[in-house]
């Protein structure tokens, strides 16, 4: 039996509390450049947690910066995640900037390296971790509009945008074709973390598409689907189902493979953790740039949500609850 859900709520109320404490926010001086600018760097409590929540966690620390004036830096170097490699990666040793730019200065349209920041007079360190919204189910439009602007701030880096024109090609999705995003969750189904949204399964997202292949169709229309999964599994149905659905040629689990995992998207046995999020990041890419998007509540989900800007003709989130 599971203990109830206040015991839960003030658990992670405690654990949060705890990070900002022993990681409190702090001004510092580390020299004497750019005297008349204050940065402020974000750092997570490490190792922080799954890819596109610390991601969630930078838009609100990006947000809070510009708010009060200062130059958001997000540094996950000295401030280790889960995702830092042991050599550098296209010569940095941050995990942020293996697949992002730093943010802009939008008074200058630079952007800062660290280097430069730990030289600098006005330094603000951010606390452990403050979540500035509810990353995993915080559709309200306000929040949305700006992260995505946020997002937008700091775009992905040369080697990911190379990387997703790369991998979307495999797709071999036509012009022209009207795109149902359907993000499918394999593993998780087994993991059920405490808290989280209650995921559709394959079978359920199936019906659903059945649906709405008609539901959302115009007159005239060509609409098909694309569908991402870590799990083969979840791709092989859907195609028997509706031949004419896309997806990516990413590296995913086979039979059995995910049981002994933690996070949904790590392919670690398969993949380095730079290859895996390299690739994670060009799936939900391909999900927000969909024409309507479908599925349960989760952090891939949610930032597909972000980057699209609102711009889906039609978005629908499966709502079974939460796992207790």
């Not at 969630?56 to 995640?81: E, R």
């Not at 309507?292 to 989900?301: A, P």
Request: hydrophobic share 35%; net charge neutral; aromatic share 14%.
């Amino acid at each position: 039996a599971h203990a109830p859900v206040w015991v839960f709520k003030a658990s992670m109320a405690v654990w949060e509390a705890y990070k900002n404490l022993t990681m409190p926010e702090q001004k510092k001086s580390f020299g004497n450049k750019n005297p008349d600018k204050t940065f402020f760097v974000i750092r997570l409590y490490p190792p922080a947690a799954g890819f596109l929540a610390d991601y969630n966690y930078v838009l609100g620390y990006m947000k809070y910066a510009y708010d009060n004036g200062w130059i958001p830096v997000v540094d996950m170097q000295n401030y280790q995640t889960l995702y830092n490699e042991d050599h550098p990666i296209h010569g940095t040793t941050n995990v942020w900037e293996y697949f992002f730019e730093q943010p802009l200065d939008p008074a200058t349209g630079k952007r800062y390296t660290l280097e430069e920041v730990y030289q600098s007079k006005n330094v603000i360190l951010s606390n452990g971790s403050d979540q500035r919204c509810n990353f995993t189910g915080d559709k309200d439009p306000e929040v949305l509009k700006w992260q995505h602007e946020m997002a937008m701030r700091a775009p992905f880096n040369q080697e990911q945008k190379t990387y997703i024109e790369k991998l979307s090609a495999t797709a071999q999705i036509p012009q022209g074709v009207k795109l149902i995003g359907a993000p499918i969750r394999g593993s998780d189904l087994g993991k059920r973390f405490y808290g989280h949204a209650i995921q559709a399964t394959t079978d359920e997202m199936l019906a659903l598409l059945e649906e709405r292949l008609q539901t959302w169709k115009e007159p005239g229309e060509e609409i098909s689907i694309f569908v991402n999964s870590e799990e083969q599994r979840a791709i092989d149905c859907v195609k028997a189902k509706f031949p004419q659905a896309y997806c990516t040629d990413s590296v995913r689990f086979v039979k059995g493979e995910s049981d002994g995992v933690m996070r949904v998207a790590d392919l670690y046995q398969k993949l380095s953790k730079y290859e895996n999020i390299q690739q994670y990041l060009t799936n939900i890419w391909l999900l927000s740039r969909c024409d309507s998007l479908i599925g349960s509540m989760n952090n891939g989900y949610y930032t597909a949500i972000i980057w699209n800007g609102g711009k889906f003709s039609h978005l629908e989130t499966i709502d079974k609850g939460r796992y207790k």
